[in-house]
């Protein structure tokens, strides 16, 4: 599965130590952009997870488009656009009001705590290590977001 | 710095005196401490509704994402995404 992802979901899957997994199971595609809202503007801060993913830029674990042609584009219509020019299943994001959008135009949308569900449905993972990687999650994702992954959880056992 | 000429009202000019003794601080460092905080609320409560995305957020706050993150989670806003939401970025998954 292609996924272009977008920044916050990036920076939580990170935070909560989960990014590798899920790289490794989808394509993973970030837009010039994100890595600047990400690993440059981050590393300014000394920010651990632009040092992360900075890293997993570095080798290929995350790849990087969009670099000349929508330079000047900002995040959101940068990631619509580079999403409508590429060949991507769905756009990875964990914000409210850019789903709207998303919605209001036809872009499939994947929450940071469903790739968790998938690893799990796909038996990448099993039961305990999906329950504690949406622990970690927990502290970044809404109350709806965790209950709804934790009864799927929950329910597939 | 910009400098501005304001009415405040009494309990407000009491909170800012309260802050300005615990915090031993200027009646003007702890005006400023104020509304930052409560700037920072009414921006985590826009988010919290689903008015601003993660990332205009940020930029009110003048704050890296990541930083706006861990603030945001700090305040008990952890993220915005409701229940139909998830529904529907499920059957996107399992496709």
Do not use: W
């Not at chain 1, 503007?41 to 080798?59: P, R, S, Y």
């Not at chain 1, 990875?92 to 998303?102: E, G």
């Amino acid at each position: 599965m292609k996924i272009l992802m977008d920044a916050d979901c990036l920076i939580k899957l990170t935070k909560a130590g989960l990014k590798e997994q899920i790289c490794q199971q989808y394509e993973i595609t970030i837009p010039n952009v994100v890595k600047k809202e990400v690993v440059d503007a981050g590393k300014i801060k000394g920010a651990l997870d632009a040092e992360i993913v900075e890293q997993n830029i570095q080798k290929a674990i995350i790849r990087v488009i969009g670099k000349e042609t929508l330079s000047r584009m900002k995040g959101d219509p940068a990631l619509i656009e580079i999403f409508k020019r590429g060949q991507y299943d769905a756009l990875a994001t964990d914000d409210a009001k850019l789903i709207r959008l998303l919605r209001s135009i036809g872009i499939p949308y994947i929450l940071p705590g469903l790739f968790i569900h998938s690893l799990y449905q796909k038996k990448i993972v099993d039961k305990k290590t999906a329950s504690n990687c949406l622990e970690k999650l927990s502290l970044f994702i809404s109350e709806d977001e965790y209950s709804v992954i934790k009864f799927l959880l929950e329910e597939k056992s | 710095m910009k400098v501005k000429s304001i009415r405040i009202p009494d309990d407000m000019d009491k909170s800012i005196e309260y802050v300005s003794r615990l915090e031993k601080l200027e009646k003007t460092q702890s005006l400023r401490k104020l509304t930052r905080l409560g700037f920072e609320y009414y921006a985590a409560k826009s988010y919290e509704r689903g008015k601003l995305t993660i990332r205009e957020t940020a930029e009110l706050l003048n704050l890296t994402l990541s930083e706006t993150i861990d603030l945001l989670a700090e305040m008990g806003v952890k993220g915005n995404i409701r229940t139909r939401d998830v529904m529907e970025s499920l059957k996107t998954i399992s496709s």
